[in-house]
């Protein structure tokens, strides 16, 4: 199991949270997990939604503090 | 002080002339030293090529003699950097010469990766490169009915350009009369369609407006050229005449190869703009991984932080100033109407309705980039 790797997009409007998690999904390996934190509000759905849609793995989403900290796996 | 700044784009260009500027009497002195390592002998003024694509400006207009940008003071080599030694303070050059420094910037900037995309490179136009656009200016002059897909990878260099193509595709078709004859189809990779909310709210009546379809969540997963159909990572497809790509891009090879950072983007930190682990190593432009829009708009404003710190480490041993994220980008509304959005790290843009003044200052900035980037503006 390859380490965690973290994605920093709090505070950023463009080309904000989803937008770096693709990229970062794209430089990334087959079971590797990627953890977005992100303070947009809009992540909670955004992710979930493109995560179920493409076919890749929700692991967790939970608010710390002001940060959305939300874990998925690269699965294809 | 040897300062050595490695590319000559817009970035490198403006922030080896503020330094030089600002540390004239130093220079002269003999107690600091500028230079610049480029790839080329020649700067290209990369937002022009969408005017190039729609044949309102010429290949040359976007070209000047780099040297003729550069302080006289700045020592100018074309010879590409091939080995970054960090932790000798030195970098080698393709001719094979050792360049030491006190305090090295990196700003090598970023290549589109169509061919890393099955099929799109052959499939789709795109105005990215002097020979795309010319290609896609033709391609548009010989297209005189049918569906149009526009589809966009991830990351890309400048944001705006996937709205600003699009509405700029509607006008020159209306303007061609054949705008009946088009269905024009925008595909975008997140759930909205601009990355910035307000840039997607605006932008959506407009849409709806003009009769653009789009779809949200497509990130393109190959092109079959033989059938003229795109298809999306999440399980979509489009049949199309003609495509228009907004193409992906990444840090350059050489930035990968000397394993600086995961796709040639380096680790920098969002507010010092120095490599991680390397403080005196200033990023900025495309070549950072930060999560900014990768535009000459931030590379300009990067740059002037950069010039504000060296020089002062320069002058009282200490830098002075941080990044607070700025970023301003005019956005072509069409052929005759545009807007700006400007937003920082903290602020969000705001964005004003579209105007005309606003694109004639847009056309002025066309030119103006070369005052801009002798770092006088």
Known sequence: ?76 | MRILVVGGGTGGTIVANSIARRLSSEIKAGKAKVTMLSASDRHMYQPGLLYVAFGQMMPDELYRDQASLLETSIGFHVDPVVDFQLDRNQVKTAGGKIHQYDILVIATGSRIVPDETPGLAEGAETFYTEAGAIRMFKSLREFQCGKVGIVVGVPHKCPIAPVEVTFSLHDYFKARGIRDKVHMKYHYPINRIHSIENVAKWAKPEFDRMGIEYETLFNVSEVDVKNKVVKSEEGTEYKYDLLISIPAHRGMEVIEKNELGPGGWIPTDRHTLTMEGHDNVYVLGDTTNLPVSKTGSAAHFEADVVAENVSSIVKIGAPVTEYDGKVYCFIEAGHDRATYAMFNYQNPPDLKPPSKPMHWFKMSYNKMYWTSVRGLL
């Open chain 1, 1 to 76: 199991m390859s380490d965690t790797k973290i994605i920093d997009a709090r505070n950023t409007f463009c080309p904000g949270p989803l937008m770096e998690l693709i990229t970062h999904m794209k430089q990334a390996s087959v079971g590797d997990t990627l953890e977005l934190l992100s303070t947009d509000q809009g992540t909670a759905t955004d992710v979930p939604e493109w995560i179920n849609k493409v076919g890749h793995e929700m692991v967790s989403s939970e608010k710390i503090g002001e940060d959305w900290h939300i874990k998925v796996r690269k699965t294809k």
